[in-house]
């Protein structure tokens, strides 16, 4: 499996309602240096409707201003539609931080 596919394997884990920073998905992924491989693996996305990128934030919360699918706010209504809360382009990870070991 190359760095990509391991990429989208972890993100198709994360459960709708929450988020996963890119660090965690690189570390998940088997390289906690692979942020960026994270982001350009997610501006790729040959699966929009099956690997949820959109669930994907910077390690502060941040939603991406290049979100491959329509801009920041397509990735933020489609965070609203399952329930996460999102303020002035934040997410709160405190609240919705997914927790790979509770699923």
Not at 14 to 32: E, F, H, R, S, V
Not at 50 to 66: F, K, T
Request: some cysteine.
């Amino acid at each position: 499996m190359n760095s990509f596919e391991l990429i989208y394997e972890q993100v198709k884990r994360i459960p709708k309602g929450k988020a996963a920073t890119y660090g965690q998905i690189a570390a998940l992924a088997g390289n906690p240096k692979w942020s960026r491989v994270v982001g350009y693996a997610l501006h790729v996305n040959p699966e929009p409707g099956v690997i949820p990128c959109h669930r994907v934030v910077d390690r502060n919360g941040r939603l991406s201003p290049a979100f491959a699918f329509g801009g920041m706010n397509v990735q933020e209504e489609l965070l609203r539609r399952e329930g996460v809360e999102v303020r002035e382009g934040h997410v709160d990870l405190k609240l919705y931080r997914w927790d790979p070991s509770s699923n």
